[in-house]
Nanobody, 124 residues
Framework: QVQLVESGGGLVQAGGSLRVSCVVS????????MGWFRQAQGKEREFVAA????????YYADSVRGRFTISRDNAKNTVYLQMNSLKPDDTAVYYC?????????????????WGQGTQVTVSS
């Protein structure tokens, strides 16, 4: 059974930083492209960042490029999202997702397993 467990969300003031993590079990993590998505209240889930199996390909949404960094540690089956210079508009539930492909993917349909989400709240 494939499981994704996120952690590290919380409340932070605007301009602050947070790092969220996602541990994957039940599949060969090193062969899985990984992504982070977010969903704000009343809005659709949107792409944030993606990373290929080796970390050699990275994609970011325009809204977070230059502020967020996605990375992975294949030895720990873990993907990270470092979030700096946070803004109130970054407030959302953040989800990690695992793809059966090795590529970095930016669409929700490319991912077959999802975590339960972790809340990130940025106060002004």
């Amino acid at each position: 059974q494939v499981q994704l467990v996120e952690s590290g969300g919380g409340l932070v003031q605007a301009g602050g930083s947070l790092r969220v993590s996602c541990v994957v079990s039940g599949r060969t993590f090193s062969r899985s492209g990984m992504g982070w998505f977010r969903q704000a209240q009343g809005k659709e889930r949107e792409f944030v960042a993606a990373i290929s199996w080796s970390g050699g390909s990275l994609y970011y949404a325009d809204s977070v490029r230059g502020r967020f960094t996605i990375s992975r540690d294949n030895a720990k089956n873990t993907v990270y999202l470092q979030m700096n210079s946070l803004k109130p508009d970054d407030t959302a539930v953040y989800y990690c997702a695992s793809s059966p492909n090795i590529r970095a993917e930016i669409t929700t349909g490319a991912y077959d397993y999802w975590g339960q989400g972790t809340q990130v709240t940025v106060s002004s």
